[in-house]
């Protein structure tokens, strides 16, 4: 099954707020990613994280990979009626008998209301 | 994406028929993988290929299979659909390590 718990499940909130959600795994993993998928499309690369304690953003969006290696966060600010969409976290495995392996959490649902 | 290719985008079986869900990329990337997604699961990893020539299942394998014949095209196949498979199936690729991932349009597939 799932090795990445990623939560809130799903998110209600209005236009201007701060989002944050995050991903947890009892696995060490060597890249985090941050991914947006709209209806009907292939989910869409926002952030890459390739080393432990690395903080990056990207506009407004901005994401951390954990110290421990085993899990990640993603905050937006000031959050417009655009980042509706589904988030997901996904781990990527670079040694041992899992090497290349890409797994993904199950997403986080965002709705802003304007 | 400028440089891959999935197809079909759309498939409809009957249960029992066989399909071949094709992806390949002209990047040059070593990883590749077939994932597909059910309202509320998710993105389940069914097989991936770290490599030219090399495949290893992920989480939800059975009743598929895979190939990599060579480093740019990796196919999933179908030999006898159920309509448990009905569902949206994404190839993704990546160049190796510590490397992006990207994603395929999709094809949707329904098994009746």
């Known amino acids: 099954g799932q090795q990445l718990n990623q939560s809130p499940q799903s998110m209600f909130i209005q236009e201007g707020e701060d989002v944050s959600m995050n991903c947890t795994s009892s696995?060490?993993?060597?890249?985090w990613l941050w991914y947006k998928q709209d209806p009907g499309e292939g989910p869409v690369l926002l952030i890459a994280?390739?080393?432990?304690?690395e903080l990056t953003s990207n506009g407004r969006l901005t994401a951390q990979f954990g110290i421990t290696r085993k899990d990640s966060f993603l905050n937006i600010s000031a959050s417009i009626p655009s980042d509706v969409g589904i988030y997901f976290c996904a781990g990527q495995r670079y040694s041992g008998t899992s090497y290349g392996k890409l797994t993904f959490g199950q997403g986080t649902i965002l709705t802003v209301h304007p | 994406n400028a440089g891959v290719t999935q197809t079909p985008k759309f498939q409809v079986l009957k249960t029992g028929q066989s399909m071949t869900l094709q992806c390949a990329q002209d990047?040059?990337?070593?990883?590749m993988y077939w994932y597909r997604q059910d309202p509320g699961m998710g993105l389940r990893l069914i097989y991936y290929s770290a490599s030219e020539g090399t495949t290893d299942k992920g989480e939800v394998p059975n009743g598929y299979n895979v190939s990599r014949l060579n480093k740019r095209e990796f196919s999933l196949r179908l030999e006898s659909a159920a309509p448990s498979q009905t569902s949206v199936y994404f190839c993704?690729?990546?160049?190796?390590?510590?490397?992006?991932?990207?994603f395929g349009q999709g094809t949707r597939l329904t098994v009746v």
């Open positions: 994280l390739y080393k432990a304690g």
């Open positions: 696995s060490i993993f060597n890249t």
């Open positions: 990047m040059n990337h070593n990883s």
């Open positions: 993704a690729w990546a160049q190796g390590q510590n490397t992006e991932a990207f």
